[in-house]
C-alpha cells in the first residue's frame, strides 16, 4: 500500500478553545488511537491535503516528536460549508493484529455485454477488506470481460488472496444492464428466429 508521512506535536491543551485556537492557526487536532494509551496531537492542515482529498488509501507513518508508528485514518470531521477538515481521528496499526479499510473498485476489461451495448452499472465504488497491513491490496480489481447483458459479478465471485471481504457475499458489485440498442437488437433477433407467416 502507499504511505503518507506526517509530522505532529503533542497538544497540551484539550479543551474546545484548545481545539479552537489550533484550528485559527490552520492546524488540524488528531488522536490517535489503538496503543497503550490514547495520544492527543495536531499537524498543520497543510500536511493533510494530500492524503485527504484523494480516492487513494494510504497507511500513514506518524511522527509526534520523535515516537514514530504507523496508524490508518479511522474518522474524519470537515465544516459543513467550506469542506475544510477540522479533526482526525487515526488507529495505530498493531504488528500481527489486522486492520479494516474500505479500499477502490477498479473495473478492468471491456465485457461482451458492453460491446453488444449494454450498460455497466457499478454497484459498489468500495470494498471493506480486512487483513494484516502488509497484505492490505491498493484497490480491488474486478475483471468483466466474460460479462454479458443481465448478468452480475457478486462479492462472494471476487477472489482474495491474504485478504478477507467484510461485504455481505451476495452484493452485487458490478452488473451490465440492458439498453435500448440491446433490446431492439433481441427483439430483431427474435423476430428473425419467428416461423414466417404463410
Excluded at 487513494?56 to 474524519?76: P, S, T, Y
Excluded at 468483466?144 to 491474504?162: H, W
Amino acid at each position: 500500500m502507499k504511505t503518507f508521512d506526517i509530522k505532529g506535536t503533542l497538544r497540551k491543551d484539550l479543551g474546545k478553545k484548545g481545539s479552537a485556537k489550533l484550528r485559527k492557526n490552520d492546524e488540524v487536532p488528531c488522536v490517535l488511537y489503538g496503543g497503550s494509551e490514547n495520544i492527543n496531537f495536531y499537524a498543520p492542515t497543510t500536511a493533510f491535503r494530500l492524503l485527504v482529498y484523494t480516492p487513494d488509501v494510504h497507511i500513514v507513518n506518524l511522527d509526534i516528536e520523535g515516537k514514530k508508528c504507523q496508524a490508518i485514518i479511522k474518522d474524519m470531521q470537515f465544516h459543513p460549508v467550506t469542506e475544510k477538515l477540522l479533526h482526525m481521528d487515526l488507529l495505530q496499526i498493531v504488528d500481527g493484529k489486522p486492520i479494516t479499510l474500505n479500499i477502490p473498485l477498479k473495473v478492468s476489461g471491456n465485457s461482451i455485454g458492453i460491446k453488444k451495448g449494454g450498460k455497466l452499472n457499478v454497484s459498489k465504488r468500495t470494498l471493506k477488506i480486512k487483513a494484516l497491513a502488509q497484505h492490505m491490496p491498493q484497490e480491488v480489481v474486478v475483471d468483466i470481460t466474460d460479462l454479458d447483458v443481465a448478468q452480475t459479478i457478486k462479492v462472494g465471485a471476487l477472489s482474495a488472496e491474504n485478504y478477507q471481504f467484510m461485504n455481505n457475499a451476495r452484493e452485487t458489485v458490478v452488473s451490465i444492464l440492458s439498453s435500448r440498442l440491446t433490446q431492439k437488437a433481441g427483439d430483431e433477433a427474435a423476430a428473425a428466429a419467428a416461423p414466417a407467416k404463410k
